[in-house]
């Protein structure tokens, strides 16, 4: 049992010393802990990395295999669902969690039962804050271009059948949502969080956004990650979380296939199509955007009005104190972010980050 000093209790300024230094001693291994378990996820990260330079090369050495890849949008997918998210992703971290699965202060996997109505309505509160974080990334966008830069996304390959259909969604909303989910909110997360639930929600936020490789989706998953963290451990379930993640993806994933399907059926969807052009001045996939948005700007509202109603965002009651010369946040995540094996990943991620800036032609 901590013993808390006050004025009145002091005895001497040599045991006042005492107590500063025994509290300095906790902050500092605190910080020891949070370095160790970053090493940890750097490692995590650096073979992920490890991974992608092995497919990489594989393309790069195989010209038939890299002619594949820049046209079959089903082994785009097929690739993206083996070498990203499953070897990339579940596997590194899923080791991390097993090896260090005594040190989980929850279940690697949170599974508190909530209930339908509670999930939809975090999926609908998150989901207006993915539009809003759209926003976000579309000013960060005009940024740029004031400066004579664009912001370079990698584009997917449109479907062209009704296979590489099934395939792009699969591979955008469902397989992503599952294993980006059990990676960064289920392994990384519940680590972090032993050390408190804002730092470990930030802390694997900023992985998760360097972890895509270019700003836009840098700013933009980096933002969804605090979102879906914040579902996750208010909560206590990964289910939000998973469902917030793949409608998201999904938005993008139906794009594409309604894109394939204008221009492939001579029927309903070119009717549609038609009617988007004519109306909107809008190709179909822009006109489901737009209905998408607004159906889930109202949703959304809506999911907040009744949590705001039933005192979900409130925060739980603790008689937890804290701890003089504790930690902020942000030596926490000075901790963080300066573990060797952690800084050690960092250079490719950033410099991939980095380069999806260029200039305006």
Known sequence: MVTYYSPTNINSGDEMLRQKLYYQGVAKQERKEIRHISNLLGLAILMFELIQLIFSLVLAANPVVYDLYENS???????SILFIEVAGLVIPFGIIAFF????????????EKIGFAKCARWVGFGMLCCIGADFVVSGVIALFNVFGYDLDVPESLVPSSPFACVTTIVATAI???????FAMRCC????????????????VSIIFGLLHGNVVQFVFAGLVGLIVGYATVKTGSIWPAIFIHGCNN??????????????????????IASFAEKT???????????????????????????????????NEKTNARELPYSNSIWSKLGAFLSAPLM???????IWSTVVSIVPIE
């Open 73 to 79: 949008s089903v082994f785009q997918d097929c690739s």
């Open 250 to 271: 999904a938005m993008s994933a139906i794009g594409d296939v309604a894109e394939y399907a204008a221009g492939n059926n001579s029927g309903l969807m070119n009717s």
């Open 100 to 111: 260090n699965r005594k040190k989980y202060k929850v279940n690697i996997v949170p599974n």
């Open 188 to 203: 990384s997360l519940g680590l972090m969080r032993n050390y408190g639930k804002a730092f470990g929600v930030v802390s």
């Open 175 to 181: 397989v992503p949502a599952l294993c980006e989910e």
């Open 343 to 349: 800084l050690l990943s960092f250079p490719f991620l």
């Open 280 to 314: 909107l001045e809008a190709d179909l996939d822009e006109l489901l955007t737009i209905v998408m948005f607004g159906f889930w700007i109202v949703a959304g509202a809506i999911c907040i009005i009744f949590m705001l109603v039933k005192g979900e965002f409130k």
